[in-house]
């Protein structure tokens, strides 16, 4: 039988009370109490009831995070850094799976509120005002990650986007390259889609390059199959670029996969630029060069800024996190 409080209280022969005051790390006993306590626990093996040990101390010891592909490998670096960081806190973390159109957000925000989650971590999805006065009734800390709202006043950590999608784009000008399509992602995507379309066109008036709609095309997602799709439709529509800067890693891998079955080499005849920096970036052929994102650290710095909320009851201010290039064997120089 699975041991219960009351065997505790039996076994150290003090009241559950006592048990609950000790594990909820209150006061009102003595030292050697709570040694007989600790060690009858750990002799019967007993797991305290998060949800039970809440009703006392107002913390279940549990985060919920909700993503819109958990197995995405981007949303698996993150939450890497969310679930190290969480369990060196002693807490656990729920992971809600919410479709890349959210249609179970809605249903997920109320399976944490019954689960009573001390705060919540929002990746990669538009805030839409359904969710956020769903969040606000919850009336717990939230942080989101890889997303920002500017209509409502949530902290964030995430990459400037733009900044970083301009930068891939002046890296390829910077070697030479002034023929530069791009695969994006879903279309009017305001997280991720739509920033580093603009970087990409900013990139290219700011060094005095013509930006032509038939070399940008755009995909159903951020992944693999997107890539596939968009590089076939560029080599048909507008086959005399030199250059890609794709929209995430996933995408540039799938590019790389089609210059492969037409016999184009890279980066001989053709340079690709992904986003992210995966680790599969590393493990491609060639391997990617790539604008990086710390997402393992973002999530990291996600996790410790909702803790500081939940323990302090404060606000916490936002982070853009830095980007960079990670420059591996898929870009060439040309000039």
Do not use: W
């Not at 995405?72 to 479709?99: K, M, R």
């Not at 005002?129 to 500017?150: F, H, W």
């Not at 710095?301 to 909320?309: C, D, G, H, Q, Y």
Request: hydrophobic share 40%; aromatic share 8%; with cysteine.
């Amino acid at each position: 039988m699975i041991p219960t409080i009351k065997d505790v209280a039996r076994k150290a022969n003090v009241s559950t009370a006592t048990v609950s005051r000790i594990l909820n790390e209150l006061p009102g006993y003595s030292e050697k109490t709570k040694e007989k306590v600790l060690k009858a626990i750990e002799e019967l093996g007993y797991q305290p009831n998060a949800i039970a040990r809440g009703l006392v101390s107002k913390r279940t010891k549990t985060l919920g995070v909700l993503f819109p592909n958990v197995s995405s490998i981007f949303a698996s670096e993150i939450l890497n850094g969310i679930e190290d960081t969480a369990h060196e806190q002693d807490h656990s973390v729920i992971v809600c799976n919410t479709d890349s159109n959210g249609v179970r957000t809605m249903k997920y925000l109320q399976v944490l509120n019954e689960k009573r989650v001390d705060g919540i971590i929002f990746t990669s999805e538009v805030l839409k005002k359904e969710y956020y006065d769903a969040l606000v009734e919850m009336n717990i800390p939230i942080v989101l990650v890889s997303t920002a709202s500017y209509r409502y006043p949530l902290p964030f950590v995430k990459v400037d986007d733009k900044h970083a999608a301009y930068s891939a784009t002046e890296y390829l000008i910077k070697n030479g390259h002034k023929k530069i399509a791009m695969i994006s992602g879903t279309k009017d995507d305001s997280i991720a889609g739509t920033p580093r379309v603009e970087g990409y066109i900013q990139a290219l008036k700011d060094n005095n390059l013509s930006y032509e709609n038939r070399r940008i095309v755009y995909g159903i997602d951020f992944g693999y199959k997107t890539g596939v799709m968009c590089m076939e439709e560029l080599l048909k529509k507008a086959p005399d670029f030199t250059a890609v800067f794709a929209a995430s890693d996933e995408i540039a891998i799938g590019a790389l996969s089609v210059a492969y079955k037409e016999g184009i080499k890279v980066p001989d005849d053709l340079s690709i630029i992904g986003y992210d920096n995966l680790k599969v970036a590393e493990m491609s052929i060639p391997p990617l060069t790539t604008v990086a994102q710390p997402l393992y650290e973002m999530g990291k710095i996600a996790t410790n800024m909702l803790f500081s909320m939940i323990k302090n009851g404060n606000t916490a201010e936002s982070r853009i996190i830095q980007h960079r290039i990670v420059e591996r064997q898929s870009v060439k120089n040309i000039q």
